[in-house]
Structures are given as structure tokens and as C-alpha cells.
């Protein structure tokens, strides 16, 4: 009976067993490598944060895990204080729970940077450096990358040089709000655009810069296509037109011979049409202008030489010395009245003309190749050929010393 007794009670000791092992932990949801964890700070010490995680014991930040906690987020931590954490391994040879606060943080950032991503909702941060591409924004624990590409219109417009450290550096330490637009936990890539943050259109930009310009104004910008009629440079953000015209005072059929995509120009404004939205601009006003200087060597009445370089229905060019070029009119060619300089002239012909027109504002020279023997420039002729013989006589030679001269 005793025996039967005993054998009895097993099953309620093992009953009470139960109830002791489920009090001591059984029911306890035990931390597994990857996990992220809601866990509250139990003590701060030198090189160590233990976090109470719910288990029976402690976990432990320490080591390198715990010096890569930024300074800032470290000076904020108490005893107390709900952090998340990120479970390395749930017993090391030690039995220890080993934790990060990094990794945490870092999983974090990648849930919230998908949540952005599929919602397309905008948040602000702050520009903390860059590379030849673009600009290193941070998000949570992740640095976020800003192709140039997704750089807003306007800040784009003030970008210029041709080293990242020219036209990103002063970006650095400016507040910026971003978009992401694209993520990829393995490849640890996380792509930011600020463009698609950004409410301001092209159009917008540019009546804000039309508005902001003035006649006159000379601007640095950067050339953004080529057309056969002139170049396209963009100004803070807008482009403006430099004509064919306006690009170079030397001859040009085309802005390719002396423009390229990307380059970086100096430009004076010289028109604004705010009503079509047309802004004029002119490289060579800029420059000296060569014209000038050699126009100076030239006077009206004068005979130059000169080689026809072109012939149309109303006259033919010349190039004179320094490839200053100038017009013989039809009415010029000739006594006898001709329907094409081609009658008289052919291109290549080298033949002696006389300047009878300067118009150094409008750089054009009129020649005429009729009034070379004309009686009204007589005078003027027989005074060149005059200083001329003068400026070719020899000099002549003085005694030398101690020899006398004859009387």
C-alpha cells in the first residue's frame, strides 16, 4: 500500500516540476542570432552596456560593438533607457548573450529606408561629404548616396569647377531633403534624390532666374548642347542662347570648333525677353577683340593687298593681312558694268585693292579694285611711294674717326 502510495505521487511531483520549470523560463522566448530585440539599459561601465532583453541574465554590448557607438548616441544613454539591440550570439563559450546597438540601429534604418522607398515620402537630413559622383547624405545608421543626377535644379545651378571638391564642397554641412529611391540591404547600396524631393520644375527655375537677371550681368555657366545656329549654356539653372554670332570674333562655321558639352564659360547676359522666356548671351563680348587692333593698321585711300576668297551675286570677300576680310562691291570690280564678280574674278586671284570704306563698330572694310588707279587718291599714292623710297634709302655712311673729309 505504501509502494502504491508512493507511485501515486510521482505523477504530482512531476506536475509541480512542471509548474517550477515554467516559472523558472520555460515559457521564455529565447534570443536567436539576427534577432533585433526591445531591451532596456541595466548598467553603463567602462567599455560595457548590459541590456535586459527578458532573459534570465543580461546581454552584453562590449568590445568593438560598443566602440563603434557613435559619441553622440553614447552620451545619451542611461540606466533605464528602452533601446533596440541586434542579437550576435545568443551564448558565446562564456554563456554570454552578446549584443549591438549598431546593428540594431543599422536594421532599423533599412526596415524605415523600404517603408520610404514604397511610400515616396520625403525626409530631411544633412550633406556630410561626397565623392566624383555626388553627395553622401546619412539615414539612420546607413549613408545614403545622392548621384549628381538627383541633385535639385537649383543646387545643381550652383555647381561649378571641374573637381568634386569645386562644385561640392561648399554643399557640405547644408541641410537637405531626400527621397529614396532605391535599396539593396546585400549590396549595402541605398540611393537618395533630392530632385524627386524637390516641387521645383525646370520652367519654375528658369522664370525665377529670368526675373532675377539683368542686362549686363556676366555669369559663369556651363554649355548644355550645340546647335548649328549657336550654343546653349545653362546660368543658374536656366539656359541662355549664345548665337553663332556672339561665341567668337574669329570666323566659325560651327560651336564645335571652339565649344564642348560640359565646358565651363564665362558669359555676359546681353538680352532678356521675359515674356518668351528667352534669355541672350555672348561669350565674346567678353574677350578683347582682335579686329580692332588690326583694324588700326588700315586707312581709307589706302592700296593693300588682298586674295578673294568668295564670290556672290553682290560683290566678292578679300582677305587682307592678318586675315582681316573685306568687301569688294559688284559696282567696285569694275568701269564696265557685270553681272557676277565671277567675270572678273575667281577665288584665289591675289590682286591689288584700295580701302575706300572703315567701319571698325560693324568690323567691315570696303575695297574697291576700280579705284586703284583713280586720280583722287593720286597724291595720297605719291606720298606713300615717297616714304617708302625714304624709309629703303641707305643711310649714309659717317667718316671714321681720324680720317678727314674731302672739301
Known sequence: MEQNGAQGAMPENENNMADLLEQEGLDIDFPKAGDIRDGVIASISQGQILVSVGTKSEGVISGREFDQIPEEDLKEMKVGQEIKVYVITPEDSQGTLVLSFNRAQEA?????????????????????????????????????????????????????????????????????????????????????????ASTETRESLKERVIDELQEGEIRVGRVTSLADFGAFVNISGADGLVHLSEISWDRINHPSEVLEVGQEVKVKVISIDRDKKRIGLSIRQLQDDPWAAKANEFQVGQLVEGTITRLTKFGAFARLQDDVEGLIHISEISEKRIEHP???????????????????????????????????????????????????????????????SEE
Request: charged share 35%; net charge negative; hydrophobic share 40%.
Open 342 to 404: 565671277k567675270e572678273v574674278l575667281k577665288e584665289g586671284d591675289v590682286v591689288t585693292l584700295r580701302i575706300i570704306r572703315l567701319d571698325p563698330e560693324n568690323h567691315r572694310i570696303g575695297l574697291s579694285l576700280r579705284r586703284v588707279d583713280s586720280m583722287a587718291f593720286a597724291e595720297m599714292d605719291w606720298q606713300t611711294l615717297l616714304d617708302e623710297e625714304l624709309m629703303n634709302a641707305p643711310e649714309a655712311e659717317e667718316p671714321e674717326e681720324g680720317e678727314a
Open 108 to 196: 532599423v534604418s533599412w526596415d524605415k529606408a523600404e517603408a520610404l522607398m514604397e511610400s515616396k515620402a520625403s525626409f530631411s537630413s544633412k550633406i556630410i561629404g561626397y565623392n566624383k559622383g555626388g553627395l553622401i547624405v546619412p539615414m539612420g545608421g546607413l549613408r545614403g548616396f545622392v548621384p549628381a543626377s538627383q541633385v535639385s535644379l537649383s543646387r545643381r545651378a550652383e555647381v561649378s569647377g571641374d573637381t568634386p571638391e569645386d562644385r561640392f564642397g561648399a554643399m557640405v554641412g547644408s541641410k537637405i531633403d531626400v527621397c529614396v529611391i532605391e535599396v539593396d540591404r546585400e549590396r549595402r547600396r541605398l540611393i537618395l534624390s533630392e530632385r524627386a
